[in-house]
Each structure stands twice: as C-alpha cells, then as structure tokens.
C-alpha cells in the first residue's frame, strides 16, 4: 500500500513515522518544500537567535520513510502531482501543509522559515538602538516581541495589533501586558494600515489607522492567518478560509482517500496551533490503521484545556480552558508557566519524531 503525505511539519512528520509503525506493508513517501524539519513554534527564537529551529528530516523520519524534496502542484485522482512535472500515486494520502503567512509589503513574515531567517539576519545587523516593529498581537506577535526584547535589550522593540492579548482572561491579560512591560515592550493598540519601506528595505515608515506615523528599523509581519492554496488548487472541497473540508473521521468529503490533518484541516472547533494539530495526526493516521484492518472508523474529538504564551526564556503565560477552548478566569505565570511552555513544546517533537502522543 503506497500512502503518500504531503507537508513534514509537526502534524505530517507524526502522521508518516505513526503510520510506519502501525500499517504493516505501508510504503510512505513524505514530500516536504524544505530538507527539515522545522519547529514552528520555536521560530521567535530562531529570529532572536536564542535556538535553532530547524533538524533535518533524516533525523526525525523513520528509515523505511522515503523523502522527496520539492512542490506539491497538485493531489487527486490516487496521484500527487509535483511542481517539477512528476508524480507519485497513492492508495491514500494525507495533506499536511500547515498554514502560512501573506505579509504586507514592507514587512518580513515570522511565521515561517525563510521569514524567520530573513529575519534574524536583519537583526543581526540591527545596531544598538534600531527600532523593532512587530505587527500582530496574537500568540507569534507577543512571543516574538519578547524573545527579540529579551536577546537584545539594546533595541528598541514595540508590538502593534488591534487587541493584544484579547484572547486572554482579565487576569491573565493584565499579567500578559505586565511581563511585556517589564521587558521595555512598547505595546500600541492599533491597526497598521500600510508599510512605506525604504528601497525595498524592511526599514521606513509604519502608518497607524488613528493616523500615527512611526518609524521602523525592521517591521515583522506576525499574523498567521492563512494556509496553502494546494487544496483550492486540487478542487477539494474547502472553506471560506481555504482549508480541507473533512469528515468526522478526518477524510476529505470531496475524496474519501485523502486524509487532511493540522492548520490546513477544516476541523470544527480547531485553531491553528500544533496543540490541535498532533491529536488529530495521530486520530488520523489511527484510522487508516482501522481501515487496513477492517475495522470500524473513530471520530475525532479533543478538548482542549490551555493556552501557552511565552515571553521570553524567564517568563510565561498559561491560561486555562474549557474543553470547548473559551477561557476560565484561572491561569498560571511565571516560572511554573514557562516550565508548562517548554514542556510542552519538547513533547511536541518529540511525539512527531518517536510518532506517539506524549502529551
């Protein structure tokens, strides 16, 4: 049986190696834009040069798993179609792109590797004093804000996005704003209505929609709001946001064949985030495991039960959850948050590589 899967991120990379140990006879091809594997969620601090994010994919894929490196054009039909004009047929497949980043011109994207290493060697060179823009006051604004704060206290660092922080309880809130402060954050409350960079440059002039016009030495675009257009491409039945529309078993509606798991899944309920991602890689990659053996298909459901935000190396937020992701008023800061965060995050890889849940 030829199971094809395309995107090696966190939820692909754990599909292949559960499927390798699961699916006796399963022959997998893993087709991946990049040769690693890169931790996404530690892509704040490849920026702030506090970690390197990328291993590569020898290391993370079972041996038996063959690596094909290169463009997905498109999938259906039993076959995967590659940008360079080849193909590879499937008895099933799964799509595990990920999402991605659309910056606004002027900025660079830190949602994703070569982003993240434009990025870093534009801090690099940033001397003592620049002026650090990051625009987007979700999770990747906030932790990038304080990583690159933290790495470099010499710049100057604010973050700007319409409610940073709003997903976050009052409490937790208040801290959130707290542990920014105290790493010399400057937080705005706004939106950013265009980006005048200078000569193509990732420096020039950050407008504000209440008419403000500040001035950037880097601007960093930190909203991950979008996914690949492959499924659009391949006339899969998707979203208004572009993702996969699945099945309770996590099969797309349009072919039963295809599996579609992680940001670039429909899946009710679901944010982007591998905290979703890799319970339903592995729910995913469990049913084609029933199906081989006849067996009868498991929906998928999780509850979720926090939320993780890292400031820095020294500090954190965690929030509690209901099951259905709305928030309590209980979260945890501090030591214990970050011991929570990082904990978290090693479990993330190491469930992709060793393709097993460890959470």
């Given amino acids: 049986m030829q199971v094809v899967v395309v995107g090696s991120g966190y939820s692909g990379t754990l ?13 997998i091809t893993v087709i991946n834009p990049r040769p690693d594997f890169v931790e996404r969620v530690r892509l704040h601090q490849q920026i702030a040069g506090t970690y390197s994010a990328a291993t590569p994919l020898a290391q993370v894929l079972r041996e038996a798993i063959t690596v094909r490196v290169g463009a ?20 099933y497949a799964f799509v595990a792109v990920g999402s991605t980043v659309v910056p606004m011109p002027g900025t660079v994207a830190v949602g994703t590797w070569e982003g993240a290493q434009q990025a870093r060697a534009v801090l690099t060179d940033l001397p003592g004093g620049g002026r650090v823009t990051v625009i987007g006051g979700g999770p990747t604004g906030i932790e990038t804000a304080a990583e690159i704060a933290e790495a470099r206290p010499d710049l100057r660092v604010r973050l700007i996005g319409s409610a940073v922080g709003g ?7 208040r801290r959130l704003r ?16 265009e980006v005048v960079s200078d000569a193509g440059q990732f ?30 491409r391949s006339g ?25 798991v992680g940001d670039c899944a429909a899946v009710p309920g679901a944010r982007f985030a591998c905290y979703t991602a890799l319970p339903q ?28 935000i890292s400031l820095g190396r020294r500090d954190a937020i965690t929030q509690f959850t209901h099951a259905d992701d709305s928030v309590r008023r209980a979260y945890l800061a501090g030591r ?24």
Avoid at 15 to 27: E, G, H, K, L, Y
Avoid at 167 to 173: E, I, N, Q, V
């Fill in 72 to 91: 997905v054009d498109k999938i259906g039909d039993g076959a995967v179609a590659l940008a360079d004009g080849g193909r590879i047929d499937f008895d």
């Fill in 203 to 232: 420096a020039g002039v950050v407008r504000l929609r209440s008419g403000a016009d500040l001035g950037s030495d880097l601007t960093l675009w930190a909203i991950v709001a979008d996914v690949p257009d492959l499924a659009v």
């Fill in 236 to 260: 899969l039945a998707v979203d208004a946001r572009g993702r996969v529309v699945v099945d309770e078993f996590l099969r797309s509606t349009s072919d039963a064949r295809i599996f579609a």
């Fill in 15 to 27: 599909v292949a190696n559960r499927i390798d140990r699961t699916v006796q006879d399963a022959r």
């Fill in 336 to 359: 214990g948050a970050v011991a929570l965060k990082e904990m978290g995050t090693h479990s993330a890889f190491s469930s992709a590589r060793a393709g097993v849940s460890r959470f």
């Fill in 281 to 308: 890689a592995i729910h995913a990659a469990d049913n084609l495991a029933r199906l081989c053996k006849g067996r009868k298909l498991k929906p998928h459901s999780f509850p979720y039960w926090n939320r993780g």
């Fill in 167 to 173: 997903g976050l309880s009052a409490g937790a809130h």
């Fill in 178 to 193: 707290t542990g920014l402060e105290r790493l010399t954050v400057e937080i705005i409350d706004d939106e950013v209505t």
